[in-house]
């Protein structure tokens, strides 16, 4: 299966299943909202970004999350992460982690 269609398969999954997430857009790509703000997308390096936020560990996934950096001349995106397709049995875990946290924020 590619990536964008397990992305896809990821987000209809979360959009059935909680009436306050939507599909949305995060920067031109494809993503999921709760309430309106952006938890995860994926990105157009074929990548799945989330939101976990400033505190989040990342040592605490078995996997090779990178800090969200898309501008060539500005600092990274705090909070954000993105994890390759290589490791996509991750990508479903972590979007449920991210509904969480934006969960709690709001």
């Given at each position: 299966m590619e990536p964008k269609e397990y992305f896809e398969i990821i987000r209809v999954q979360f959009c059935s299943n909680n009436k306050h997430v939507t599909e949305g857009k995060?920067?031109?790509s494809?993503?999921?909202h709760y309430k309106g703000k952006v938890f995860a997308f994926f990105?157009?390096?074929e990548k799945m970004v989330f939101k976990l936020g400033k505190s989040f560990n990342i040592h605490t996934i078995d996997a090779p999350l990178e800090v969200f950096s898309p501008f060539k001349n500005k600092k990274p995106m705090s909070g954000w992460y993105q994890l390759g397709a290589e490791y996509s049995d991750f990508w479903?875990?972590?979007t449920r982690q991210a509904l969480d946290i934006i969960h709690e924020d709001k």
């Open positions: 995060m920067m031109r494809e993503a999921i990105s157009t390096r479903e875990p972590l």
